[in-house]
C-alpha cells in the first residue's frame, strides 16, 4: 500500500470517527473561508486596483435566480494584432495580457497582447483568455487595409468582466440603450484581474459595485 494511499485512508477513518454535527460543522467553516477568501480578494481589486474606463456593447439575456443581467462585449473584447504590438499568434485557451493606455476619449485603448506578462511598464495590463483566434478577410471598401492582403489575424478576448448584475427589469432599457453611451469603470489589479466597478451612462454613473 502506498503511503498516500494509506495516509488518505487514515483520514477517511478519523472523519468516520467525528459526530455527524462536528463533520457538518466543519465543512460549513472550510466553504465558509473559501467564500470569504474570495469575497475579500474581489474586494481588494475593487479597493486597490487601477481605474481604467472601457468601452461596451451590451446584449440582453437574462437570469431568472439573480434577476437581469447584461452581456458586456468590449472594444477591447476583438483585438486585430497587425494593429498592436507584441505577439501575434494565439490558439483558443491561451492565457493573454493585454497591455491598455488611454485614448483620446479617455478610454482604454489595446497597444499590445503577449502570451506573459511583460515587464513592469506605466501602462495597464489586463489579463485574459483566448475564446477564438482565426483569419479576418479584408472586405472591399474598408477603411483599414490589412497588413497582409490574405486577411488579418484576430483574436476574441474574455477577461472575466463579461456579465453584469442590474436591478430586475432594467436589464432590457440598458440592452436598448446606444452603445456609444455607456461605458464600465473597471478596477485591474497588480496581476492584471479586474473586477467591474461602476457602470456609467452619459458619463454619469448608473451603477455602483458594492466591496462586499
Known amino acids: 500500500m502506498s503511503r498516500r494511499l494509506a495516509e488518505r485512508l487514515s483520514l477517511d477513518r478519523l472523519a468516520a470517527r467525528l459526530p455527524a454535527g462536528l463533520r457538518y460543522a466543519l465543512c460549513f467553516l472550510v466553504l465558509g473561508g473559501l467564500l470569504a477568501t474570495m469575497i475579500g480578494h474581489r474586494a481588494m481589486i475593487l479597493r486597490n486596483g487601477t481605474e481604467v474606463r472601457l468601452a461596451i456593447v451590451p446584449v440582453d439575456p437574462r437570469d431568472l435566480f439573480r434577476g437581469d443581467y447584461v452581456i458586456l462585449t468590449y472594444d477591447i473584447s476583438e483585438l486585430r494584432l497587425d494593429r498592436i504590438a507584441g505577439d501575434k499568434a494565439f490558439r483558443r485557451g491561451d492565457p493573454i495580457f493585454v497591455t491598455l493606455r488611454p485614448g483620446p476619449d479617455g478610454r ?105
Open 108 to 212: 482604454a485603448a489595446a497597444i499590445a497582447a503577449h502570451r506573459r506578462a511583460p515587464a513592469a511598464a506605466p501602462d495597464t495590463v489586463l489579463q485574459g483568455q483566448v475564446a477564438y483566434s482565426g483569419q479576418h478577410a479584408r472586405l472591399p471598401g474598408e477603411r483599414e487595409g490589412c497588413a497582409s492582403t490574405a486577411g488579418c489575424v484576430i483574436v476574441g478576448v474574455d477577461y472575466g468582466i463579461e456579465s453584469y448584475f442590474v436591478p430586475e427589469g432594467e436589464g432590457r432599457a440598458i440592452e436598448t440603450t446606444e452603445k456609444s453611451r455607456l461605458e464600465v469603470v473597471a478596477a485591474v489589479s497588480a496581476s492584471g484581474e479586474a473586477a467591474i466597478k461602476r457602470l456609467m451612462l452619459d458619463g454619469r454613473m448608473l451603477y455602483t459595485e458594492p466591496l462586499y
